[in-house]
Each structure stands twice: as C-alpha cells, then as structure tokens.
C-alpha cells in the first residue's frame, strides 16, 4: 500500500499528487512510468512520472480527471492509500546531451514532458519550451519549467494567455525566424503529435513524441499498448513510451484510442460523473 503524501489541483481537472512509492523512487529516471490501481477492485492504469524524490522515496504523478478510474483516484485524500503502484516500468528516455532542444507540451502532457526537459537542462542543454492549453487554466507547470527554461511560450486556444492558437502556431513563427534546435519533444493529444512531426519531418529535426494508448500489464504479455513505429509492432510499455515521432503511425493510435470510448462513458454516468 502506497501512502498519498501530499496532493492539489492544477487546474479544474488535472492534479498532482506525491506518492510514497520507496522502490520506484529508487530507481526510477525520467521518461518511465507506473501503473497503478486504486483499490482493490480497480482497474490497472499508467501514469507517466512526473518527478521523484529519492531523499523522501516520493513519486509526484499528475493525472486529467477523465473516467472513471481517474475519478477514483481524484477521491482519495492525503493520508489515504492506493493499493498497487508498480514500477518504474517502460525505457527511461533516450536523452542526449543536444546544444539546444525544445518542449512542446499540450494540456496534460506538459506533466511527462517536464522531468525530460528537467534532466536535459541537467546535461547542460539550452531548453526552450512551448505550452498549450484550451484557456489560461490549462496552461500547467508554467512556473516550474520558467524556473530552468530559456524560454517558456503559452499559446491558448481561446486567447486568454499568450499566442491565440495552437502550440504549432507558436513553432511555425520560430523557425520561420530562423530558431535552430536539435531535437524537439512533444508531448500531449496524438492530433497534436502528429501535427508537429508533419512540421518537423519537413524540416529534418528529430522529434521524440510519448505515446500512451491502452495499458493492462505493463509487461509486453497482453498487447494492450501496441502501436506501429516504422512498419514493425511495438509495445508502448517495454519499448517505449517514448519513440521517434516521424516513425508513428498516428493514424493507427488514434483508432484504438477511441475503442472504448463508450465504456469509459457508461461508467462516468455510474459514478454520477
Ligand atoms: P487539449 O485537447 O486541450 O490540447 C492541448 C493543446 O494541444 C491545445 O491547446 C493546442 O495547443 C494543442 N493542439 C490540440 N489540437 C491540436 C491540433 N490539431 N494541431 C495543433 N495543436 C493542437 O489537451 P488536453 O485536453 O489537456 O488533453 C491532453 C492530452 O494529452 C490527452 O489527449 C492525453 O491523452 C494526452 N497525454 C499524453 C501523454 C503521453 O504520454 N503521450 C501524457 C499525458 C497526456
Ligand atoms: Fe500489455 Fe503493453 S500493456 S503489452
């Protein structure tokens, strides 16, 4: 049983949470993740971690409040437990110590993009990173990444904060004036992903996405996670979750993304969500 040790809201439906989680903290490094169950009777899911503390043995997860098993995990309390919290599953990223790199993260997916920008910083790269969100309130981790980050840029959908438009509308202005990077990560919506590799393959950059489909084991048995990268199958839980963004077959992730739509649905209505 793994204790919640600390625990707020960022925004109206994304919250961080600090898990006393010994063995994961041990070991873990960015880039991997766990999958935990609430209680006994919950359903396994994965969460990337967010960042660790290997003096508090301490695991920090940020989660969207989306269905029911994230709705579960929303009612516990700090000093409350959660049942199963495995881990540190998947590769750690591949980070190699580039001049100069940049995040993208949309919505929720700033929350596995940090540690990777954290520890690049850590390599003695120069980070920059583009955030984007619906409005302002979904704009997260803004001033822990302006604590490390050359530049932080936020576009809003709606305009409420920064650039209006998409995080791509932000990458478009600077290579057009001529902004040089490395490598580029993105995290967040496949649609997202997909659309900085469309923009990045033309340009030659390399470009890391993290795909989260589909988890039951965690352990490349059960097929849950499978996903195309370069023509071959791979399993998003031993092979990634973190692979080269032109090799995707978004298309494909996005198919089985929507599968079970509809059961996640009934079960929101169950728990009166
Ligand atoms: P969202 O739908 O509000 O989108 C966030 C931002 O992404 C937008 O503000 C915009 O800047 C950009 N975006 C969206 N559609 C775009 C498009 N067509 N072209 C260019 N840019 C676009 O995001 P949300 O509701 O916060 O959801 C976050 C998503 O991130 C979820 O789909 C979740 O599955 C995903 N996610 C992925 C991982 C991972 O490891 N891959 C981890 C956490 C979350
Ligand atoms: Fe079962 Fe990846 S979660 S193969």
């Known amino acids: 049983m793994y204790e919640i040790i600390s625990k707020k809201s960022l925004n109206s439906s994304v919250e961080w949470m600090e898990v006393h989680a010994p063995f994961v903290a041990r070991k873990c490094e960015s880039g991997q ?6 209680d006994e009777d919950g359903e396994r899911f994965p969460l990337t971690i967010a960042d660790y503390d290997r003096e ?36 750690p990223a591949d980070l190699k110590p580039h001049k100069r790199v940049l995040g993208i993260g949309g919505g929720v997916g700033a929350a596995p993009l940090y540690p990777q920008l954290k520890r690049l910083h850590e390599l003695g790269a120069s980070v920059d990173v583009i955030l984007g969100g619906r409005s302002d309130e979904f704009v997260i981790l803004e001033d822990e990444l302006k604590a490390f980050c050359d530049h932080v840029y936020v576009a809003t959908n709606d305009g409420s904060k920064g650039t209006k438009g998409f995080v791509t509308d932000i990458l478009n202005e600077l290579v057009s004036q001529g902004t040089i990077y490395d490598e580029i990560i993105t995290i967040g919506p496949l649609i997202m992903m997909k659309v900085v590799c469309d923009i990045t393959k033309d340009l030659g950059i390399p470009t890391s996405v993290s795909l989260n489909p589909v988890m039951v084991d965690g352990t490349g048995m059960c097929g849950g996670c499978r996903v195309t990268v370069g023509g071959k199958i791979k399993f998003a839980c031993v092979d990634g979750p973190d692979f080269d963004g032109h090799l995707v077959d978004f298309e494909e992730c996005m198919r089985r993304q929507s599968m079970y739509k509809e059961e996640e649905h009934l079960c929101k209505i169950n728990l009166g969500g």
């Open 33 to 38: 993740f766990i999958i935990l169950r609430v």
């Open 56 to 91: 508090k043995q301490t695991i920090t997860i940020i989660y969207q409040i989306v269905g029911f098993s994230t709705q579960k995990l929303s009612q516990k309390q700090v000093g409350d437990f959660i049942h199963d919290f495995v881990g540190p599953l998947g590769r």
